[in-house]
C-alpha cells in the first residue's frame, strides 16, 4: 500500500519522490510506504488551505455530519487499516478508536450550531462580539490514537472556519490519508483539508514555522512540544501543546478494591501502556499494597491484558526496546519485577508483557520519567499528606486518578494533586466538553467543547456609539 498526501482535493505524490516504509508493529514487515514530505509539500499544503473559501456554519456543520456519515460506513477498513498501524487488536479499534474518532465530527458539527458570542450593553454604547476564523491552522498529531486525534483537532478546526493542514505521525499514516478522501468526497472545498505526510523535523517543523500558518495545535511528546513553542513563539502564532504524562493511580485502603483493582489495572495497561492518560505509577495506602498487588496480578494471569490477544502490540520493535530497557534500569534502582517485565511474539514484533514493578524509590528514573508501556511502579504510602507529595513528585502533570470510598477526602485530594485531569473511583471516562490538558511539563491550553473552538477563533469586539 503506498499512501499518498492530501493536497488541494487530490493526491499529491511527495516533492522529492521519496517514501518511507511503513512497518506493522505485530510482525516487524513491511507494510506499506508513505509519503517523506519536505518543505516544498508544506507549502503546496499550505497555499491551498490559503486559497480555500470559507464556508457557513451550516455548510460546516453539514460537512462535518457528511463525512462523519461516511466514515461510519466504512469502519471495518478504518479499523483494520488502525490496528495495522498501530499493533492494536481490532476489536479495540472496532469498538473503541475509530466510533471515537467519529463522534468528534458529530459533536462539533452539532456544537458549532449552538455557539454564540456575547452583547455588552452600555448607557450610550454598545459592543457585540464576532467570533472569526483564524486563517489556516497546522494539526500535528501523535501514534496513539492515530485517526481520534487527528479528527479531535480537524473538527474544530474546521467547524470555526479555518482552513487545515494536518501532519499525522509517520508511525500511523492510513486513517488520516482515508478521511482525507472521505472529505473530499462528501463535498468538501479543495485546500479545505490537506495532509502531508512524513518525518517531524523534515514536514512537521516547516509547517510550524510557516508564515501563513496563524496557530499549532501539537499532540506528542514533551521535548517534541517545546521544540515547536521554541520555534511558534516568537513569530506569535497561537499554540495549544498536548504533551506528556507520568500519571499516579492514588489508592485508599477504604476504596471498593474490586472496582480500584479492575480500574488501576485498566489505567496501567490500556493501549499497551501507551495513553498520555494511563496511570503508570499506583501509590497505595502501605495495609493493602500486597493484596492490591496480587490482585493486580490476578487479572493479568486470568489473561485480561495478555499481548496478542487481550492487548495489543507496542508502536515498534525500536519502542519496545525503550520499554524493555527500562525493566532492566528498575532491577539497577533496587526494583523487584513482580510479573511480566519480558518481550514476546516474533523478533521484530513489538509485543510485551503487562509488568508489575515494586520497590522503587519514588523519585528513581522508572519512576519519573514516561516510559509509555505496560509498566506500572507501585509504591506505598502512610499518610494522606505523603501520598499528595508522592503524586506531585513528577515534573509531569496531566492525569490522576483517586480510589477511596471517602468523599470528602477525594475531594481534598483532587483539589491538590497537580494535575489537569483527576478522576476521582474511575479512569479515563471522558466527556465532549470538559477541559482537556495538563499542567507542569504536560502541556499549555486545554482542549475539548468550548476550549477548543476558542482556540480555532479569535474574538473581534465591536463598540458603537450610541
Ligand atoms: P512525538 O513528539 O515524537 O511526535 C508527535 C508528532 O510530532 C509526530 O507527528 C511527529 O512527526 C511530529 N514532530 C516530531 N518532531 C517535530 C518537529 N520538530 N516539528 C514539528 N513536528 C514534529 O510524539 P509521539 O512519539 O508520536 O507520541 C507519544 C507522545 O505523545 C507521548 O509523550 C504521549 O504522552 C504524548 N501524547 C500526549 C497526549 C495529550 O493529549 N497530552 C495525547 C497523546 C499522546
Not at 168 to 190: H, I
Request: aromatic fraction near 6%.
Amino acid at each position: 500500500m503506498k499512501l499518498h498526501n492530501w493536497i488541494a482535493g487530490k493526491a499529491a505524490a511527495p516533492s522529492a519522490g521519496e517514501y518511507l516504509d511503513n512497518v506493522d508493529p505485530k510482525t516487524g514487515d513491511v507494510c506499506g510506504q508513505i509519503p517523506r514530505s519536505n518543505a516544498d509539500d508544506v507549502n503546496a499544503a499550505v497555499a491551498a488551505a490559503k486559497a480555500a473559501p470559507l464556508l457557513s456554519v451550516l455548510e460546516r456543520s453539514e460537512l462535518l455530519t457528511a463525512v462523519a456519515d461516511a466514515l461510519a460506513a466504512r469502519i471495518p477498513q478504518l479499523a483494520e487499516l488502525e490496528a495495522l498501524d498501530t499493533g492494536k487488536t481490532l476489536a479495540a479499534t472496532t469498538a473503541g478508536d475509530i466510533p471515537r474518532a467519529i463522534d468528534n465530527l458529530r459533536y462539533y458539527a452539532a456544537a458549532v450550531r449552538s455557539d454564540s458570542t456575547s452583547c455588552n450593553q452600555m448607557e450610550d454604547g454598545l459592543n457585540y462580539t464576532l467570533r472569526q476564523p483564524l486563517g489556516p491552522v497546522a494539526l500535528i498529531t501523535p501514534w496513539n490514537f492515530p485517526l481520534h486525534l487527528f479528527t479531535w483537532k480537524v473538527a474544530p478546526a474546521i467547524a470555526m472556519g479555518n482552513a487545515v493542514v494536518a501532519k499525522p505521525s509517520e508511525l500511523t499514516p492510513s486513517t488520516a490519508t482515508v478521511c482525507a478522501e472521505v472529505f473530499s468526497e462528501v463535498g468538501a472545498p479543495s485546500g479545505l483539508l490537506n495532509v502531508v505526510h512524513g518525518l517531524g523535523h523534515e514536514a512537521g517543523a516547516p509547517l510550524t514555522v510557516h508564515p501563513d500558518i496563524k496557530a499549532v495545535s501539537f499532540t506528542g511528546g514533551t521535548v517534541t512540544g517545546k521544540a515547536i513553542a521554541g520555534v511558534a513563539a516568537p513569530l506569535l502564532k497561537k499554540v495549544s501543546l498536548e504533551l506528556g504524562g507520568k500519571n499516579p493511580s492514588v489508592v485508599f485502603a477504604d476504596c471498593d478494591l474490586d472496582a480500584a483493582a479492575a480500574g488501576v489495572a485498566r489505567a496501567a495497561f490500556f493501549n499497551t501502556g501507551q495513553v498520555c492518560l494511563c496511570g503508570s505509577r499506583l501509590i497505595v495506602e502501605r495495609c493493602i499494597h500486597d493484596e492490591f498487588v496480587q490482585r493486580l496480578q490476578q487479572q493479568i494471569e486470568r489473561g485480561d491484558w495478555t499481548p496478542g490477544k487481550s492487548m495489543g502490540s507496542l508502536i515498534s520493535w525500536q519502542h519496545r526496546e525503550k520499554v524493555a530497557s527500562y525493566v532492566e534500569l528498575a532491577k539497577e534502582e533496587g526494583g523487584t519485577v513482580v510479573c511480566g517485565g519480558n518481550r514476546v511474539g516474533p523478533p521484530k514484533s513489538a509485543f510485551f508483557q503487562p509488568t508489575i514493578l515494586t520497590g522503587l524509590p519514588i523519585d528513581c528514573r522508572v519512576a519519573t520519567e514516561e516510559i509509555f508501556g505496560p509498566i506500572v511502579s507501585v509504591h506505598p504510602f502512610d499518610s494522606e499528606d505523603e501520598a499528595i507529595a508522592m503524586a506531585n513528585f513528577v515534573e509531569y502533570g496531566l492525569a490522576s486518578s483517586v480510589w477511596t470510598s471517602d468523599l470528602t477526602k477525594a475531594h481534598r485530594c483532587a483539589a491538590r494533586i497537580e494535575s489537569g485531569m483527576v478522576w476521582i473511583n474511575t479512569w479515563n471516562k471522558r466527556d465532549f466538553r470538559v477541559p482537556f490538558g495538563g499542567m507542569k511539563q504536560s502541556g499549555v491550553g486545554r482542549e475539548g467543547g468550548r476550549y477548543s473552538m476558542e482556540f480555532f477563533s479569535q474574538d473581534r469586539n465591536v463598540c458603537i456609539q450610541l
